[in-house]
């Protein structure tokens, strides 16, 4: 159970497995999450989920090697198995109680950047099967760090690549090339964007000053997974939300974002402490 069927490394530090989770790949939707554990001992690790399949009986999953237990989820390989995988949890997007009139008025716009790139492919492949209109764009620092760009290709009807450098597409960031589609005569009626806290809060930023709907998704903001551990409280239109249950998605026009990267920073020192005694036992072979 859980075993892992595929593993590919995207990035350095940025790896995709494709997990055997029977009832989890039939129940999921766009939008929600799972969490997992890498053997007994380790801690829940949520994740969004980055595809699923139910007639295979799959999802897959998208980790960024930030602390220590993200180190072990990347560290194991084909053929290993997770402790746990629990799930589908939070709440899908709002798009899939859309009635096919409502979907039909649509054109959608996904803003996504590094690891959140993954998590838009569901949502943006969801919504193209159903025959609503979807551009994607997908920014990065340099080329190097662009992932998903094949399957999001599939998945909408323009895919716009930027990168801060200049190394691929256009050069600049995801919110220039919004408001560069805008003006050359892009209509959009609903904006996604899924990424960095600072960059979500800026696509919102942009977003309100072009007019257009702006949802968030606030999934690093989670650590249980539960709502118990209160680590992922945030102000949404003056009040306190949890992100990992009545979540992760948010209009992103009532986020307080400030507050939420102060607390996303609360975190920081613990997780670089814990990183760097996890590799001090490593080398010690325990």
């Known amino acids: 159970m859980y075993r892992i069927e595929t593993k590919e490394m ?23 999450f799972l969490i997992v554990r890498a053997d007994e001992k380790g801690e ?29 989820i990347n560290a194991l390989e084909v053929g290993d198995s997770f402790a746990d995988v629990a799930g589908p949890l939070g709440v899908p997007s709002d798009f899939v109680e859309m009635t096919e009139e409502e979907l039909a008025s649509h054109r959608y716009v996904f803003i996504a950047g590094g690891v ?12 193209h099967e159903h025959g609503v209109k979807v551009d994607v764009i997908v920014g990065a620092r340099n080329k190097d760090l662009l992932i998903y760009k094949e399957e999001l290709a ?11 450098d200049g190394s691929e ?14 003006a050359e005569g892009k209509q959009y009626t609903r904006c996604v964007a899924i ?13 309100r000053k072009l007019g257009i709907p702006c949802t968030v998704s606030l999934n690093t903001l989670m650590v249980d997974g539960t709502g118990m551990c209160g680590a992922c409280r945030v102000t949404v239109g003056g009040k306190t939300r949890f992100a990992c249950v009545e979540g992760p998605e948010f209009d992103g026009y009532l986020v ?21 005694d996890h590799i001090c036992r490593i080398g010690r072979g325990k």
Not at 13 to 32: D, E, H, S, T
Not at 116 to 127: H, I, M
């Open 10 to 32: 995207l990035t350095p530090n940025i790896c995709k497995m494709r997990v055997q989770a029977p009832r989890l790949a039939k129940a999921a939707l766009p939008g929600q």
């Open 44 to 72: 829940r690790v949520p994740l969004t989920i980055s595809d699923y399949d139910a007639q295979a009986g799959t999802v897959t999953i998208v980790t960024q090697t930030i602390g220590a237990s993200t180190t072990d």
């Open 116 to 127: 959140g790139t993954a998590p838009v492919y569901p949502q943006a492949k969801w919504l």
């Open 154 to 164: 599939s998945a909408c009807d323009n895919l716009y690549i930027c990168t801060d």
């Open 169 to 182: 597409g256009f050069h600049g960031v995801g919110t220039a090339r919004l408001e560069a589609l805008v």
């Open 195 to 207: 990424g960095p806290m600072i960059m979500m809060k800026f696509s919102v930023l942009t977003c």
């Open 256 to 276: 307080d974002f400030d507050e939420a990267m102060r607390r996303q920073r609360m975190y920081k020192p613990e997780e670089q402490h814990m990183l760097e």
